[in-house]
């Protein structure tokens, strides 16, 4: 099961004869993996990496940390559950540190992003403070690097 898992991460287009070679099973058997997979809920859904510098787009992304007072008898679950609902909220987990929830928005524009955070974010009471970043470039995305030059002039070193 972790093969398949590693090779449908690098590639989930991958054909499944091709995966059955490279893990030496049947494609009966790849097949039949994947599908008990998707039923039984480890493997929830399938998703592009895309280049956002070619994608024709204006929408932005932020990551925001979330600082919230966790419920009694329900801790941070029922909190995180009610902003994981927003259609903006792309992704949203539970972190360690001076924060407690990461959530990664997408929205229209900056303007956009800010009238999320500050009318409907920061309006829940539990919510103590935030922190939001705005995605400017990326480099890699779920293991996929994104095509970028690095360059070849070097930094000057001063004492």
Known sequence: MQAIIELLQKNALMPRDEMA????????DVEESISR???EGVILGYQPVINREKWETHKVTAVIEVKIT?????????IAARIARFPEVQSCYLVSGGYDLLIIVEAADLRAAAAFVAERLSTIDAVQATATHF?????????????FEPSSERLSVTP
């Open 21 to 28: 070679r490279l893990l030496n099973l049947t494609t009966a």
């Open 135 to 147: 995605r400017l470039k990326t480099y890699k995305e779920n293991g996929t690097f994104h095509s």
């Open 70 to 78: 966790p419920e009694r008898d329900g801790g941070f679950d029922r």
């Open 37 to 39: 997979m998707e039923r």
